[in-house]
């Protein structure tokens, strides 16, 4: 059974800083596409970065040169660091592989506000 538990979310000031991490509970995680996903209030959710088994990155415009997104295959996590928030980062925040598999975990709120 595939599971994620992400953390580290938080409310933060625009400009500021966030490091969320995601649990993977799934066999082999080293052979899998990892990626983060957000879902902002109204909005469908979206895949925003992604990373090989090998660790090449992927970024869509709205977070390039501010996100980074970094993984461990020992652990089985994935990490995204976030740099120079902006309130249209405000969003429900999960992890999964790419393509999907398994359900989703509940996820991290990320609220950037002043």
């Known amino acids: 059974q595939v599971q994620f538990v992400e953390s580290g979310g938080g409310l933060v000031q625009p400009g500021g800083s966030l490091r969320l991490t995601c649990a993977a509970s799934?066999?082999?995680?080293?052979?899998?596409?990892m990626a983060w996903y957000r879902q902002a209030p109204g909005k469908q959710r979206e895949m925003f970065a992604r990373i090989t088994p090998g660790g090449d990155t992927y970024y869509a415009d709205s977070v390039k040169g501010r996100f980074t997104v970094s993984r461990d295959n020992a652990k089985k996590t994935v990490s995204l660091q976030m740099d120079g928030l902006k309130s249209e980062d405000t969003a429900v925040y999960y992890c999964?592989?790419?393509?999907?598999?398994?359900?989703w975990g509940q996820g991290t709120q990320v609220t950037v506000s002043s």
């Open positions: 799934i066999s082999i995680f080293s052979i899998y596409r």
């Open positions: 999964n592989t790419f393509p999907t598999r398994g359900g």
